[in-house]
């Protein structure tokens, strides 16, 4: 699910490439973060761990002026791009932690326990459980996301 959105999110960079250039993401000293598509702005101590970007550049069409309250500015899309991928990530950690919980509890259900035990462990699996069907109601909610996204982007 996670590669298929994240497939997803690089054919949407991908599409119409006519022609491209490298954008350089980084935070300056202030924590503000800055895009720049040249390297020697970005600080020389950040260059190593520069996030980069391939700038997309797409045929421009007539300007409809009645169509043109449908169409989302880059700099929102960007923005919108942005909190898609950091949103990714945070699912993709909460998954991460969700699987090394599942794989203790498929140990800890393999040991004999006293009753006291494995009411604790039954507990654990109830909680698991809630955790996991939050974590799918997230999921759903970012994959809603990510389609209005891409009606937007197209």
Avoid: C, W
Wanted: glycine fraction near 2%.
């Amino acid at each position: 699910m996670i590669m298929r959105i994240s497939v997803i999110l690089l054919f949407l960079l991908s599409i119409a490439v006519s022609s491209s250039a490298e954008i350089y993401k980084y935070r300056d000293a202030n924590g503000v973060l800055r895009f720049t598509n040249n390297l020697q702005e970005v600080p020389k101590d950040q260059r190593e761990k520069v996030d980069s970007f391939h700038e997309i550049e797409t045929k421009t069409e007539p300007e409809d002026p009645a169509g043109s309250a449908d169409k989302t500015p880059e700099s929102d899309i960007a923005k919108q791009t942005e909190a898609l991928m950091n949103e990714k990530e945070l699912l993709d950690s909460e998954y991460a932690k969700l699987e090394d919980d599942r794989k203790l509890l498929v140990e800890m259900s393999q040991k004999e326990k006293s009753d006291e035990e494995d009411a604790a462990f039954r507990k654990q699996i109830k909680g698991f459980n809630v955790r996991t069907k939050a974590y799918d109601e997230k999921r759903k909610a970012f994959e809603e996301k990510v389609g209005q996204y891409n009606a937007k982007v197209k």
